[in-house]
C-alpha cells in the first residue's frame, strides 16, 4: 500500500542536535579539544584541565579569558551562535580556532554540561545547567573572571555512542594528544592537566624549545635543530629531531598553520624527503614547525575538526619546507651543504706554490710485484665474504620454515650442532640440512617459558642502585594505569618528573635490558588500543634478553639451545611471527652440486 499523503517533516531539535554532535563529538577527547580552543581564543593566560575517569564522568576546562555576558552564555550553546565571523567573507580571514558556532551545542546535546563565566567589568557572573541539550538552570554566581566549564556523564541520553567508547588507557591517550596540540601551539599560555586528581602536566609560558622539553623531556633538548625561513608565500618556525633521534613510529611529528594543529601526509612527506639518505628505511624524524600563511590563501572549512586544511599555492609550501630543512640540517653538520658562493669548479683545485715550475706528477710502478708469489690477505677477501654472507642471509630470510616431525622422531643426541657465521645453528633432521636462527630461536625459547611460568606475585631481584630511565609526562602517565600489573610481574618502579626508576625487577631478567624493555613496552602502549600485558612484557622480555647475531657460542651452549627449541610444542616461529628456521631437502643440495 502507497502512502499518499505527506512523509517528509522536520526532526525535533533535540534530535537532530544529537545526530549533528556525532559528527563534532566522537569521544572526550573531542569535547578537550573544543573547551581548550575556545579558552585560548578568549585571550586566556591560564587553562587547566581537570579530567576524571579519561573524560567518561568529567571534563573541566577553567581559564581567565575574557568571560562571557548573561547573554553571551545562553547564545553559546545555541547552534551556530559564533563571535568569530559575521559573513562569508570572515570565513576566509579566520584567525581563531573556532568558527563554526556548532561544538558547544554538539557538546550539551549529549552531555550534562555546567557552565560559569563572568566578564571583569561585571561584579557577578552567571551559571547555566543544560543536560542533553535542555536548559535547567541560569542563575547569578560568584566566579572569577573567565570561564568554567564542566562536562559531566558524556553520551548519558546516547548509551550506543558511549559503548562505543575504547578502553580509560586508550581513551586517556587521545585526550593528552589533543592537549598537547593546543599547548604546543601556544607556549605563552600556562598549562595544567589534571587527571583522577593526579598531575599530568604542568606546563609553564615560555619559548617553543622549552614547551618541547617539558613534554618530551630534557633529552629532547640536544636533539632539536631550530629552523626559520620567511618566503613571499610561508613563513616556517620551529624545530626537527636530529636523525639519531627518529623512530620507527609516528608519534612527535607536529604542523601547525597559523598556530592550529593540522594533519597533511603532503608537507610530512616534503620533511622526509628532505631526510633523504639520512633515515634508515621506516624510520620516521620528530618535527615541531609552525607555518605562517596569509587566511586568505588557505581553507580551513572542510571538516568541523578543522585538522585538515586546503593550500593556494601547495607545490611552493612543499618546495620551501623541504629546502627549509635540508638547508638547517645542512647548517649544523647533520649533513653536507654545498657553498654557493664559491664557484664549484674551482672549489678543489689547489694553489700551484709561487716562483715554483709545474710539474707533471710522477707515476710509480714496481716492476717487481708478482701477485701469484703472495697470498690473499684479509682485506682481499673481505668484499667477497661479505657478498655471500649476504647472499645466504637473503635466502635463509626469504624461505619457509617446516613443521618439524615430533619429538621421538627427532633425536638431536645423534648429530653435532655447529655455529654458523656468528648467527646460525646447523644441524641434521632426517637426511635434510637443519639451519637454526640462535636468535629467534632463543627469543622463541623465553617465550614460551615465560608464557608457562606463574608470573603472579613472582620473585624478584632488590637492585643495589636503582636504574634510571629518562621518560616524559606522558608516558609516567601510561605506565601508572599498569603500575599493579608491574608489580605482579616482579618490578618495582617509582615514577618522578622526568625520570623512571626501578628498584626491583624479576630474576630471570638482567638489569642491562631493562632500558630496551621499558623503550619498547612504552612504544606497545603508545601505539596499540589493548595490551594483553602479560605476553607483550613477556614478548618483549624475550626480545631484548635473547642472545644476539653476532654472538659466539660455545659447542654447548649452541646444542642446549638447538634442543630446548626442538621440545618446544611451537618452535616454528618466533613470539613476533618471524621464522625460526629452514630445512634444506637432501635432493636440493644435490641438484645445486650436479
Same mark, same amino acid.
Given at each position: 500500500?502507497?502512502?499518499?499523503?505527506?512523509?517528509?517533516?522536520?526532526?525535533?531539535?533535540?534530535?537532530?542536535?544529537?545526530?549533528?554532535?556525532?559528527?563534532?563529538?566522537? !569521544?572526550?577527547?573531542?569535547?578537550?579539544?573544543?573547551?581548550?580552543?575556545?579558552?585560548?581564543?578568549?585571550?586566556?593566560?591560564?587553562?587547566?584541565?581537570?579530567? *576524571?575517569?579519561?573524560?567518561?564522568?568529567?571534563?573541566?576546562?577553567?581559564?581567565?579569558?575574557?568571560?562571557?555576558?548573561?547573554?553571551?552564555?545562553?547564545?553559546?550553546?545555541?547552534?551556530?551562535?559564533? +563571535?568569530?565571523?559575521?559573513?562569508? &567573507?570572515?570565513?576566509?580571514?579566520?584567525?581563531?580556532?573556532?568558527?563554526?558556532?556548532?561544538?558547544?551545542?554538539?557538546?550539551?546535546?549529549?552531555?550534562?554540561?555546567?557552565?560559569?563565566?563572568?566578564? $571583569?567589568?561585571?561584579?557577578?557572573?552567571? !551559571?547555566?545547567?543544560?543536560?542533553?541539550?535542555?536548559? !535547567?538552570?541560569?542563575? #547569578?554566581?560568584?566566579?572569577?573572571?573567565?570561564?568554567?566549564?564542566?562536562?559531566?556523564?558524556?553520551?548519558?541520553?546516547?548509551?550506543?555512542?558511549?559503548?562505543?567508547?575504547?578502553?580509560?588507557?586508550?581513551?586517556? !591517550?587521545?585526550?593528552?594528544? &589533543?592537549?598537547?596540540?593546543?599547548?604546543?601551539?601556544?607556549?605563552?599560555?600556562?598549562?595544567?592537566?589534571?587527571?583522577?586528581?593526579? $598531575?599530568?602536566?604542568?606546563?609553564?609560558?615560555?619559548?617553543?624549545?622549552?614547551?618541547?622539553?617539558?613534554?618530551?623531556?630534557? *633529552?629532547?633538548?640536544?636533539?632539536?635543530?631550530?629552523?626559520?625561513?620567511?618566503?613571499?608565500?610561508?613563513?616556517?618556525?620551529?624545530?626537527?629531531?636530529?636523525?639519531?633521534?627518529?623512530?620507527?613510529?609516528?608519534?612527535?611529528?607536529? =604542523?601547525?598553520?597559523?598556530?592550529?594543529?593540522?594533519?597533511?601526509?603532503?608537507?610530512?612527506?616534503?620533511?622526509?624527503?628532505?631526510?633523504?639518505?639520512?633515515? #634508515?628505511?621506516?624510520?620516521?624524524?620528530?618535527?615541531?614547525?609552525?607555518?605562517?600563511?596569509?587566511?586568505?590563501?588557505?581553507?580551513?572549512?572542510?571538516?568541523?575538526?578543522?585538522?585538515?586544511?586546503? =593550500?593556494?599555492?601547495?607545490?611552493?609550501?612543499?618546495?620551501?619546507?623541504?629546502?627549509?630543512?635540508?638547508?638547517?640540517?645542512?647548517?649544523?653538520?647533520?649533513?653536507?651543504?654545498?657553498? =654557493?658562493?664559491?664557484?664549484?669548479?674551482?672549489?678543489?683545485?689547489?694553489?700551484?706554490?709561487?716562483?715554483?715550475?709545474?710539474?707533471?706528477?710522477?707515476?710509480?710502478?714496481?716492476?717487481?710485484?708478482?701477485?701469484?708469489?703472495?697470498?690473499?690477505?684479509?682485506?682481499?677477501?673481505?668484499?667477497?665474504?661479505?657478498?655471500?654472507? +649476504?647472499?645466504?642471509?637473503?635466502?635463509? $630470510?626469504?624461505?619457509?620454515?617446516?613443521?618439524?616431525?615430533?619429538?621421538?622422531?627427532?633425536?638431536?643426541?645423534?648429530?653435532?650442532?655447529?655455529?654458523?657465521?656468528?648467527?646460525?645453528?646447523?644441524?641434521?633432521?632426517?637426511?635434510?640440512?637443519?639451519?637454526?636462527?640462535?636468535?629467534?630461536?632463543?627469543?622463541?625459547?623465553?617465550?614460551?617459558?615465560?608464557?608457562?611460568?606463574?608470573?603472579?606475585?613472582?620473585?624478584?631481584?632488590?637492585?643495589?642502585?636503582?636504574?634510571?630511565?629518562?621518560?616524559? $609526562?606522558?608516558?609516567?602517565?601510561?605506565? *601508572?594505569?599498569?603500575?599493579?600489573?608491574?608489580?605482579?610481574?616482579?618490578?618495582?618502579?617509582? =615514577?618522578?618528573?622526568?625520570?623512571?626508576?626501578?628498584?626491583?625487577? #624479576?630474576?630471570?631478567?638482567?638489569?642491562?635490558?631493562?632500558?630496551?624493555?621499558?623503550?619498547?613496552?612504552?612504544?606497545?602502549?603508545?601505539?596499540?588500543?589493548?595490551?594483553?600485558?602479560?605476553?607483550?612484557?613477556?614478548?618483549?622480555?624475550?626480545?631484548?634478553?635473547?642472545?644476539?647475531?653476532?654472538?659466539?657460542?660455545?659447542?654447548?651452549?649452541?646444542?642446549?639451545?638447538?634442543?630446548?627449541?626442538?621440545?618446544?610444542? &611451537?618452535?616454528?616461529?618466533?613470539?613476533?611471527? *618471524?621464522?625460526?628456521?629452514?630445512?634444506?631437502? &637432501?635432493?636440493?643440495?644435490?641438484?645445486?652440486?650436479?
Amino acid at each position: 500500500m502507497v502512502s499518499t499523503g505527506d512523509v517528509i517533516q522536520l526532526l525535533p531539535d533535540h534530535v537532530a542536535n544529537q545526530i549533528a554532535a556525532g559528527e563534532v563529538v566522537q !569521544r572526550p577527547a573531542s569535547v578537550v579539544k573544543e573547551l581548550i580552543e575556545n579558552a585560548v581564543d578568549a585571550g586566556a593566560t591560564e587553562i587547566d584541565l581537570i579530567v *576524571k575517569d579519561a573524560g567518561r564522568t568529567h571534563v573541566q576546562v577553567v581559564d581567565n579569558g575574557l568571560g562571557m555576558s548573561v547573554t553571551d552564555l545562553r547564545l553559546a550553546f545555541e547552534r551556530h551562535a559564533t +563571535s568569530k565571523i559575521r559573513t562569508t &567573507e570572515d570565513i576566509f580571514h579566520i584567525q581563531t580556532k573556532g568558527f563554526r558556532g556548532e561544538a558547544l551545542a554538539s557538546i550539551a546535546a549529549v552531555a550534562q554540561v555546567d557552565a560559569v563565566s563572568r566578564k $571583569e567589568e561585571e561584579e557577578l557572573g552567571n !551559571r547555566l545547567v543544560i543536560e542533553g541539550g535542555t536548559v !535547567r538552570d541560569q542563575i #547569578p554566581a560568584a566566579t572569577p573572571r573567565g570561564t568554567s566549564i564542566s562536562v559531566k556523564n558524556l553520551f548519558f541520553n546516547v548509551p550506543a555512542r558511549r559503548n562505543f567508547l575504547k578502553s580509560n588507557q586508550v581513551e586517556l !591517550r587521545h585526550i593528552q594528544e &589533543e592537549f598537547l596540540r593546543v599547548a604546543m601551539a601556544h607556549e605563552q599560555i600556562n598549562f595544567r592537566f589534571y587527571h583522577n586528581d593526579s $598531575e599530568v602536566y604542568i606546563l609553564k609560558s615560555g619559548n617553543l624549545r622549552q614547551r618541547i622539553v617539558q613534554i618530551f623531556g630534557r *633529552k629532547m633538548d640536544a636533539q632539536l635543530v631550530p629552523i626559520a625561513e620567511e618566503t613571499d608565500v610561508v613563513k616556517i618556525s620551529g624545530f626537527v629531531g636530529k636523525p639519531e633521534s627518529a623512530k620507527k613510529q609516528r608519534g612527535e611529528q607536529y =604542523f601547525f598553520v597559523n598556530q592550529r594543529f593540522i594533519k597533511s601526509n603532503y608537507l610530512h612527506k616534503a620533511i622526509i624527503d628532505a631526510f633523504e639518505n639520512l633515515l #634508515p628505511n621506516q624510520y620516521v624524524p620528530s618535527y615541531f614547525l609552525n607555518l605562517e600563511i596569509d587566511p586568505t590563501k588557505i581553507d580551513i572549512n572542510i571538516h568541523p575538526t578543522k585538522t585538515e586544511i586546503k =593550500f593556494e599555492d601547495e607545490y611552493s609550501i612543499y618546495a620551501v619546507l623541504r629546502s627549509a630543512v635540508k638547508h638547517a640540517l645542512g647548517q649544523f653538520n647533520i649533513m653536507p651543504s654545498l657553498d =654557493f658562493d664559491q664557484n664549484p669548479d674551482w672549489a678543489f683545485i689547489p694553489s700551484k706554490p709561487q716562483n715554483q715550475p709545474v710539474r707533471a706528477p710522477e707515476i710509480r710502478v714496481d716492476r717487481s710485484y708478482n701477485p701469484f708469489e703472495t697470498n690473499p690477505t684479509q682485506k682481499d677477501i673481505r668484499p667477497v665474504q661479505d657478498f655471500y654472507q +649476504s647472499f645466504s642471509e637473503f635466502e635463509i $630470510e626469504n624461505k619457509h620454515p617446516e613443521a618439524l616431525l615430533s619429538q621421538e622422531e627427532f633425536e638431536i643426541g645423534e648429530f653435532q650442532v655447529l655455529q654458523w657465521m656468528n648467527k646460525y645453528l646447523i644441524t641434521q633432521h632426517k637426511g635434510e640440512l637443519l639451519i637454526i636462527d640462535q636468535n629467534r630461536a632463543h627469543q622463541t625459547v623465553l617465550f614460551q617459558n615465560l608464557s608457562r611460568s606463574a608470573r603472579e606475585n613472582a620473585l624478584s631481584q632488590r637492585l643495589l642502585f636503582p636504574i634510571e630511565i629518562p621518560s616524559n $609526562e606522558s608516558e609516567i602517565s601510561m605506565l *601508572k594505569t599498569i603500575e599493579m600489573d608491574l608489580v605482579n610481574f616482579g618490578f618495582d618502579v617509582e =615514577f618522578v618528573k622526568d625520570r623512571i626508576l626501578v628498584n626491583a625487577l #624479576p630474576t630471570d631478567v638482567d638489569s642491562e635490558e631493562i632500558p630496551g624493555i621499558f623503550s619498547d613496552f612504552l612504544h606497545d602502549l603508545e601505539w596499540h588500543d589493548k595490551v594483553d600485558f602479560k605476553v607483550e612484557i613477556s614478548k618483549i622480555i624475550a626480545k631484548n634478553s635473547a642472545i644476539k647475531k653476532g654472538e659466539v657460542l660455545l659447542p654447548e651452549q649452541a646444542r642446549h639451545l638447538a634442543q630446548q627449541l626442538l621440545q618446544l610444542d &611451537e618452535p616454528n616461529f618466533s613470539p613476533y611471527g *618471524k621464522p625460526v628456521f629452514v630445512q634444506i631437502p &637432501e635432493n636440493e643440495i644435490t641438484k645445486k652440486l650436479n
